[in-house]
């Protein structure tokens, strides 16, 4: 019964793979299923409606928006502002209810079946949100306080609240010791040590392309539609593969829970920075409908006006369209999603560069889900995403060379087993494939680049004790390029009351990018870029003992150390070069693997809310990132990190405000380059170049006012100021200052 996607172009080696893994995966745990009950025929179940009202369990008012959903069955519904609710259930069975809010403890009830009607449902205050969900550091559903994997979350409220300017700014607020350093290639991602490359980004779990031969175009995600953003640091190649060596950011969007609801948001800046969201939704029983809209422009702003052929943040229009479809039922769940994006990129016309970059990116994602029992479910997927660039010039006409284009697909097929209560096994088959074109990037021997590779992935969750949980997995990867890998894992979690101690260990593998294999790009003065064949794969041991202390539902003190060692890491240099074309920058960049690279560090974060409408919340990061072959720090590594907020929230004036002030501050960074150079004596030398980057802080203050509510309607202000303090250096950051920015957002 399950339906495999092949690619027209997948070999019969790759085929064989699939198939493979597909009959594995089916035969396993099929045997186990004669001791489960069986399932209750669909036709057996009706239907009655239960109505009620979610209420504060120490002043009985009511908890607008709460969310109710009924387990196993799928579907839910969300309390007005009020707190008051209908949900249907079945008549001729008991009904488990989970309710979730904000702030409060998840509560689950189960209703006997002559319930009908006049329902209380009493939260407790909590916080801290411990019993938020989260699927990324296990691939199965926990609450963040029952994972052994230590998981970051950034939820809804937090987006709202703060009203970030774009992707880039919500992840440097908010994860510690994470930031962007933005160059010709594009905003790069550094984090305990390790840059773009060795950080996986996903959307519902899913794998986005890079741009060809760069990073991540971050401009395509929006904040207008996300549920959450679960962040996990350290080596996850056991579940995600390679690039996972570093960080998985896994933005986690929103479905429709009414019957119809939406929002319309407008959101204005400095340098006529306009930001239009819109999204409506539906749901009826078992089906949801969703369609999104975005759209952006930006005038963009120039730091160097002695350098009147280039800008600083060059001048921009995107727009995102977004449709997602679903249907469920007692057993099966299926939902899909398409979107498209389009996006321009201007250079001035002093500029010896193209006129334009368009870049346009489709992705469609497919997930099926079924519960043969409530013991044995099979999940399969297909993403895929696909980005295409075009260079333009206005004036000339270029041919075809100036495309390029990058494709990430995946196919997956995962069972979960529960043996018993305190079992869970999961197990799956994954194929990969990464498919690039670019002329002007790789020469004119062969200008489409690709990599795939075929995994079979296992993990065991294992509750020995009540306070006690052991996880362990592996993942064995056969690339097409590098042969094959074995990257296991290990975590454990130790819960004595109020504390909870967390270990674990990772292995991480990583192929180099089909940039540093293959290209052969110059960028005339901004630099040429030379793929090395020879490259050999990166493998890594991560480390990391994590302690958290919770008190009373208002404090909670976390502390992690960590070490990561990377062996044959891939590292770029500089090579002189002699008699450069005009209008070239006279060097090579190159790419060469480093014996090895030792990583430690340490985090810690309190979080703290002394009243409940008072949130406060601070963090620090130290990492110490040394090259062994050459005992230098690795280049753009800042060795301490801050981030802070305080929040300010409830009723202001009868209606719901807050106040939000938040900072960063960042050390020094000390950037070293190597270059090779030809001395008096025509021999090759290395010269060590040192850049020190001075340390600087970033704050931001924003305010937010709810005026007008009516059932679900609610009509929200917003304003603030990005770089309050305005500081502008640009041999430190390319931010452009001080800016006020406001947005009137209307939900429904």
């Known amino acids: 019964m399950g339906v495999v996607f092949i690619q027209q172009n997948i070999d019969m080696k790759k085929f064989l793979w699939v198939i493979g893994g597909v009959l594995m995966l089916w035969g396993i745990p099929l045997s186990g299923q004669q001791s489960v009950a069986p399932e209750i025929p669909e036709s057996a179940v009706r239907m009655t409606k239960v109505s009620g009202q979610v209420v504060d369990e120490n002043t009985g008012d009511g908890i607008p928006l709460a969310t109710i959903s009924v387990t196993g069955l799928g579907w839910g519904t969300v309390c007005d502002m009020k707190g008051y609710f209908k949900v249907e259930v079945p008549v001729n069975q008991p009904a488990e209810l989970t309710v979730r809010s904000v702030g409060y403890e998840t509560k ?5 079946s002559d319930v009908t009607g006049n329902l209380v449902v009493r939260l407790k205050k909590s916080l801290l949100n411990l019993d938020e969900v989260t699927v990324t550091g296990t691939r199965t ?9 230590m998981t970051r979350i950034v939820p809804s409220e937090v987006l709202q609240r703060n009203d970030f300017e774009s992707m880039i700014d919500v992840l440097e607020y908010n994860i510690p010791g ?6 010709p290639r594009g905003n790069n991602i550094q984090v305990q040590g390790l840059e773009n490359s060795y950080i996986l980004i996903l959307v519902d779990g899913e794998r986005l392309s890079t741009t060809p ?4 175009d971050f401009d395509r995600l929006t904040t207008s539609n996300i549920r959450k953003i679960e962040v996990l640091k350290g080596a996850a190649s056991a579940l995600y593969g390679s690039s996972a060596m570093g960080m998985v950011i896994n933005i986690i969007t929103d479905t429709p829970k009414r019957p119809i609801e939406g929002w319309a948001k407008v959101r204005y800046g400095k340098n006529n920075d306009l930001q239009l969201d819109a999204g409506v939704g539906m749901k009826y029983k078992g089906f949801y409908a969703q369609t999104l809209f975005n759209r952006t422009s930006s005038d963009g702003y120039d730091l160097t006006p002695e350098t009147p052929e280039s800008f600083t943040e060059n001048p921009s229009h995107n727009m995102s369209i977004e449709e997602k479809l679903g249907w469920n039922n007692q057993h099966s769940r299926v939902t899909v999603k398409g979107s498209l994006y389009w996006g321009e990129v201007e250079n001035p016309w002093e500029s010896t560069a193209p006129t334009h970059y368009r870049s346009l990116t489709k992705t469609l994602q497919v997930n099926a889900e079924h519960a043969f029992n409530d013991r044995y479910k099979l999940y399969g997927t ?18 075809d060379s100036t495309n390029a284009w990058s494709h990430e697909q995946t196919v997956r097929l995962v069972d979960e087993f529960k043996p018993w209560e305190n079992l869970v096994i999961v197990k799956g088959f994954e194929w990969n494939g990464t498919k ?4 002007m990037q790789y020469g004119k021997e062969k200008t489409t680049r690709n990599m795939d590779d075929a995994n079979l992935f296992a993990q065991v969750d294992w509750m020995i004790f009540d306070d006690l949980e052991v996880i362990g997995g592996f993942r064995y990867t056969h690339n097409s390029e590098f042969g094959s890998a074995f990257t296991p894992k290990v975590n454990v979690m130790y819960s004595p009351g109020s504390f909870k101690i967390r270990a674990g260990y990772s292995r991480g593998f990583k192929t180099p990018g089909l940039t540093e294999l293959y290209s052969d790009f110059n960028m005339g003065s901004v630099s040429h870029n030379i793929g090395n064949p020879d490259l050999k794969a990166e493998h890594s041991d991560y480390f990391s003992v994590s302690g958290e202390y919770t008190w ?3 404090l909670m003190l976390t502390a992690e150390v960590y070490q990561n060692t990377v062996d044959n890491k891939i590292n770029s240099y500089n090579v002189d070069i002699e008699d450069p074309e005009p209008g070239e920058l006279g060097t090579e960049l190159r790419y060469e693997n480093v014996k090895g690279v030792r990583i430690r560090g340490a985090e810690a974060t309190a979080t703290y809310y002394p009243v409940s409408a008072l949130l406060l919340r601070a963090s620090y990061a130290f990492c110490d990132a040394l090259n062994k072959e050459t005992g230098l720090q690795l280049s753009g590594n800042s060795k301490h990190a801050m981030n802070w907020t305080a929040s300010l929230h409830g009723k202001l004036l009868k209606h719901e405000g807050a106040v939000t002030l938040s900072g960063r501050w960042d050390s020094k960074r000390i950037s070293k380059s190597r270059r090779t150079e030809t001395d008096d004596f025509g021999q090759d030398v290395e010269v060590i170049t040192t850049r020190t980057k001075p340390g600087y802080t ?10 007008w509510t009516w059932k679900y309607m609610r009509l929200s202000v917003t304003g603030g100021v990005d770089n309050l303090f305005d500081f502008v250096d640009t041999s430190i950051t390319y931010d452009p200052g001080r800016r006020f920015f406001g947005s009137l957002i209307l939900r429904f």
Do not use: S
């Open 178 to 183: 994470l930031r962007f350093n933005t160059d």
């Open 213 to 216: 031969g760069g990073p991540i």
């Open 436 to 439: 690039n074109y670019n002329k």
């Open 141 to 149: 559903e926990k609450t963040v306080a029952e994972t052994p994997v």
């Open 108 to 112: 689950t009830l189960v209703l006997e």
């Open 382 to 399: 297909y993403a895929g995403d696909f980005y295409t660039r075009k260079t333009v010039y206005d004036f000339l006409d270029i041919p």
């Open 698 to 707: 970033m704050w931001k203050l924003t305010a937010q006012y709810t005026p």
């Open 552 to 554: 009373q539902g208002r």
